[in-house]
């Protein structure tokens, strides 16, 4: 499928380069990095976009970053607030503490134990709140009002999606001969903003999605055609549990070529060649790429078998070893 | 101390970069990595140089791949043999590979799964020995008696010299800033081809060498001005066991600027950070210049305070996940 990149999608390539010019400074360039080894286990040539390496350990430095320098200045000294299970926040708590200005997180009560150390650590000031979506909205909306802060929202925001695209800049002048790009799929802040950028510049690349078992609402939404929200979700997957928003949505739908869906297990075993293959700390929402490609669903799939060059994004790299440990060990 | 480099040590600038030319179409260039968090509690910049994610998982393959490029025709054909209780077995396995050629791995009983793993992994013969260094010696000088092939020390040779050096000449084009690197001390491959080449395009620079108290022969040996053994050595970093040879000691005494030694329980504690905020699995022995900076030894020195930007060379990530997990809960 190749779609022609439009203005409608609350991103496009300009925005994404007017956020690379903007964080540039801010973020690292991440390393992209290949193994022999597990071109092997796949018979692919595979490209490991290492995010993990990211500010605060994740990709969402980037669109953070790009949310709190696009406010102006009057915007900005009130501070910003968000609600997150955890690399958003720490994302935010950081590019809040870069700027100078407050950052007011609300974390539900079930986050890892290492993302809310990140938040601690760049100085985001926390707000409980119960696990649930609601509870999460009601407390943001809560600190809203009594601070007068900008809400930065994780991934249903052009800021957001334009800093997560900047992403498929560095890669695709790092790696400029990929076929593919797979790309794990939550909110749909990253993967709208790496389609967009990528499919700009090179409108015959594949981009894949991919999704645990647990909470696969995206490859749902494609099926229907509409978003599909889920009742609960159920993965190891701890930063990929969000639905799509209206800006992520239409992207998915109009420009992602598919959706891979893998089992947990398959995502744990990924995260250990990560750890003793490449020698990187990955998340189970960051190894999920890895799983894809090594999947059946991915393998026995007739329409995958002709491309060779094989984007992975490493999302993040935020996971407690006692966690990491215990599931290997299952 | 500013010493001339001089012909005398075995290898010199020269012999590093022919290595460089060699073998650099079959390394990875690593990456050097920095964090604010890190530069934070050390209270100086400092730039890793992660060898981690050389291949074979330490930089032990750029000094392996330089000695078995450097074989004539007639040697090669017979093979490579070596002794080593891991990441020079792996390394020089997959150099043998690479050149399609037959490589004797002898491997003390006691040697961690992971790197057995990685020698199995590129197809290296194992052969088993006693876990000491003589039962070590004495099989693989069978092994060379019958096959033939040419024994390949792990640091006590000029060609591993030389491609351990070309660590620096990557490490100063990266960040020529540095005025000092601090490198992990074993057999004194490493720290002899990284102060040879360091040394040689910037006199000034400082080298400190890294040691776990429970191995710490090179300390001895340089306050001693003679090399000195130990009857046991007892660290969990189980690469820094080796001691010093006739090639790597004059390198030592006259180049390297002095010796920091470390605790088990601070190399632990440096893991624990290279994982948690570098994302990077980092062996102990890999750990120790991590863990070398942030201990009293270093920051209580007068001698060390005047120096900021600090080389800290991460030399392997061949690490079980069990040990260091089991590390982290004592």
New interface residues.
């Given amino acids: 499928m190749e779609v022609k990149v439009e203005k409608k999608y609350g991103a496009d390539l300009s925005s994404i380069k007017e956020a690379q010019a903007r964080i540039n400074s801010f973020i690292h360039k991440t ?1 992209v ?1 290949s193994s ?2 597990l071109n092997d286990l796949s018979g692919k040539n595979l490209f490991f976009k290492c995010e ?2 990211q ?1 605060g ?1 994740a990709f969402k430095f980037r669109g953070a970053c790009n949310a709190v320098l696009s406010l102006d200045d009057d915007q900005a000294s009130k501070g910003v607030v968000t609600h997150s299970s955890g690399n958003h926040a720490a994302a935010l708590a950081l590019a809040a503490k870069l700027r100078g200005i407050p950052a007011y997180i609300v974390i539900p009560s079930n986050a890892p134990k ?1 993302k809310v150390e990140n938040v601690k ?1 760049y100085g985001g000031q926390i707000i409980w709140s119960e696990p649930t979506m609601q509870s999460r909205e009601d407390t943001a909306s809560k600190v809203l009002q009594e601070t007068g802060a900008a809400l930065v929202h994780p991934y249903n925001d052009g800021r957001i999606i334009s800093g997560q695209g900047t992403i498929s800049l560095e890669l695709l002048d790092q790696v400029p001969q990929l076929d593919t790009i797979i790309v794990p799929i939550s909110g749909g802040g990253l993967i709208s903003g790496v389609t967009l950028a990528a499919k700009s510049i090179n409108p015959a690349i594949r981009i894949l999605a991919a999704e645990p078992m647990g909470a696969n609402d995206a490859a749902q939404s494609k099926a229907a055609g509409r978003i599909i929200t889920l009742p609960e979700t159920n993965t190891v997957a701890d930063g990929l549990r969000a639905f799509l928003g209206d800006l992520t949505w239409p992207v998915v739908r109009d420009l992602v070529d598919d959706v891979i869906i893998v089992e947990d297990k398959e995502i744990i075993e990924a995260m ?1 060649l990560c ?2 293959i ?5 998340e189970p929402s960051g190894a999920i790429g890895l799983a894809a490609v090594l999947s059946d669903n991915f393998r026995k799939n007739p329409a995958w078998q002709n491309y060779k060059n094989i984007g992975i994004i490493l999302s993040g ?1 935020n996971v407690d ?2 966690l ?2 215990d599931s ?1 060990r299952k």
């Fill in positions: 390393p990095f022999d080894s993990c390496f500010k350990g290492c650590r250990r750890y003793e490449l020698k990187v700390a990955v790299g070893l006692g990491l440990w290997f």
